[in-house]
């Protein structure tokens, strides 16, 4: 039974977030799968910027990271994304990027693990999380080495060498969702620690790390929750580990970084994991991101991301069907994330056609085309749109003309 | 014999840098001695902001990153930073914090020197720097050690064992200036490499890496360079070291980050020194803020500091000389940097009581109040105005005033 434009109006006419879309800046006409690679400009984050700048730079100079708060931004927010991810207040710092904070509770988690001396993760991890893994084990001089196995291999990879397991809690390629509780059950019991990744998770699905009695977990600030290009990104350590020793141990997670002592004495709780001085203009637009999301109710962005993948796969099935797409992802939606991801032999030039045509999702190597599904901003409509432009493509093979072929070198 | 009012104006009248000062958001009134701690706000950095998130951010979304050259900030800003600094295209790179930054130079330092365990610096140098190599010593489970050793006995502790030297260029409290020349060619001697820190130098005074043969050096974005709060370091390296070993190798780092290959091969050049994704809202503020600098001669930056601090110096001497205060840095103003410190012990309240009367400098930690000269926005004017307060509140007493005496957490 094919689905018709009017059981798509019905879905979006019932959709409780559709106000959200109006909080955003976008441009009419173009179709953004890509929120999860870069999410979309709250219209609020402009304003906070002019503020941030003008007013709090330009007029309070210093005086700002008293008056204006600066100093406490990572823990303030840090308090904010804990409540997307399942965390108490002062088990969530935000700063740095996401591979530094990777790095960080990778280092803070082996501090607790002595005599144990692997670092475990999966093959197919986004790569800078491994990369960040394999740093550290390289630095090491054969006191660590890594372990990276197969992604159905994990659990039987867990041994009594094993110090910490990085995972990534939704696949950035596959979406596929780890069950983030029976994982850290299995590590735990084979007495590992467990560094999640939250980048395409939080914001996008439920997480509960308390619930899941996680370790530490890190995350980006610049998909789900709207931070901003390269928005600094975030780390939870649960309250039972902040006496973990941390190795990037610069003055802001010092005890008392104003008192310019000569040895470094760790602050308690989080901040002792908080490491240079915090980026303010990246941190007030995390912020307004962050608060904008704070609005929406979990459950509800959670339900609508299951109903646009269902439909995105549905239609792809009814509309392309004959032009060769292997969806790549968990059949079952409950089993993966807020993404579509289709393999095709000519995904790259179909996803130079595809933008051509207003429709921005993005290619991961070697073959996948990946579409993020916002629920804030992205309509059934916008789903079965770019469906109908993927089609046009195919019936025409747009992915043919030379200037769809040549590859450039980021993507 | 004394300073006159006509002196201090002729001075003004004589500034070839007097015409910078209209290019940044000066409040009237306002006495800003602490652009070493937070540059001001330079007016077209506003502009750019807007751009940046307006149009790059709210419209070019994801395309942005070649649209409008976002990843190719870190290597372009740090070829800008490499004309302050006396560094080649292609040897610097912006991003991510001072600290942060320390530890991938001391690293990389490190794997190129096997066989040497010593990380040396001298005890006063800036706490997050040398917070760093202790935290990294205390992570090579004794393969490394630190060693901090009084500042006039650094050279004579360079001994077989010392892998890295890390000194800052012009210290942060006595502005006494390293001579860097001199100090790598012993250190070269010894076999020892070096990490400077530029954070108080570059901007301030000429700085030539190249020339001294310098191997690595961090810097500060937001102090001289006027980058914002919070802005991107960077990082400099010697083309003969290009081939170091980052431990913090996260994908921006990559030969191919956005082919997504399971395995670590680090870019060539400069490029290995990156890590995580670039804060590009950091990073085109900190752009706006070199570019302006870039547009004045830097040996007429130094003498203008020169004689700024000259005049601060003498003017102290005559105006306030009854008042028991210690300039705590080198009396050749030669060899010191872009600042004057004085130590006084009601430092603290003193500065709390300036800042009420609209100048602002920083206290650091005991008992030193420091004032920053910053040539492109500071006028003679702006210094005897500020001695001419500060001697008011000698003759009021205004450091016993309660309100004053009350130390906040962050100064």
Not at 37 to 49: D, E, H, I, V, W
Not at 275 to 292: K, N, R, S, W, Y
Not at 352 to 370: C, N, S, T
Request: net charge negative.
């Amino acid at each position: 039974m094919t689905v018709t434009a009017d059981q798509i109006a019905a879905l979006d006419a019932a959709d409780p977030l559709a106000h959200f879309r109006d909080r955003f800046a976008i441009r009419e006409g173009l179709i953004y799968l890509d929120g999860n690679s870069l999410g979309m400009l709250p219209k609020q984050t402009l304003a906070r910027m002019q503020q941030t700048v003008t007013q709090e730079w330009g007029e309070g100079l210093i005086t700002s990271w008293l008056a204006a708060d600066w100093v406490n931004s990572p823990q303030r927010i840090g308090d904010k994304i804990a409540r997307l991810i399942g965390a108490e207040p002062g088990e969530v710092i935000a700063g740095e990027s996401t591979s530094i904070n990777i790095f960080k509770a990778l280092t803070a988690a082996l501090s607790l693990q002595k005599g144990r001396n692997v670092l475990l993760s999966e093959t197919s991890n986004f790569p800078t999380d491994n990369y960040m893994m394999q740093g550290l084990a390289r630095f090491s001089d054969g006191r660590l080495e890594t372990r990276e196995v197969a992604p159905d291999d994990v659990l039987g990879a867990l041994d009594e060498n094993v110090a910490v397991l990085l995972l990534t809690q939704v696949h950035y390629k596959t979406a596929r969702v780890r069950d983030m509780r029976a994982v850290t059950r299995a590590a735990h019991e084979a007495g590992a620690l467990v560094v999640w990744d939250l980048s395409h998770s939080a914001g996008a699905i439920e997480v509960d790390l308390n619930g899941a009695n996680a370790d530490f977990a890190v995350g980006c600030g610049y998909k789900f929750l709207n931070g901003g290009p390269g928005a600094p990104a975030y780390l939870f350590a649960a309250k039972r580990h902040h006496h973990a020793e941390p190795v990037l141990s610069g003055w802001f997670g010092h005890a008392r970084p104003f008192e310019f002592e000569g040895d470094y004495a760790p602050a308690p709780g989080i901040d002792r994991f908080q490491c240079g001085t915090p980026p303010v203009l990246g941190m007030v637009a995390l912020e307004e991101g962050i608060d904008l999301m704070l609005e929406a109710d979990m459950a509800a962005i959670r339900n609508k991301s299951i109903s646009l993948s269902e439909l995105f796969v549905k239609l792809v099935e009814e509309r392309c069907g004959e032009f060769g797409f292997a969806f790549v992802c968990p059949p079952d939606s409950a089993q993966r994330g807020s993404q579509v991801a289709f393999a095709h032999p000519e995904a790259y030039a179909m996803m130079q056609a595809l933008k051509a045509r207003e429709v921005i999702g993005d290619f991961r190597a070697p073959d996948v085309m990946r579409f993020g599904l916002t629920p804030l901003y992205t309509s059934h409509a916008d789903v079965a749109e770019a469906v109908e432009r993927l089609r046009t493509i195919c019936v025409n093979r747009e992915w043919d003309r030379p200037e769809y072929r040549e590859r450039a070198a980021v993507t």
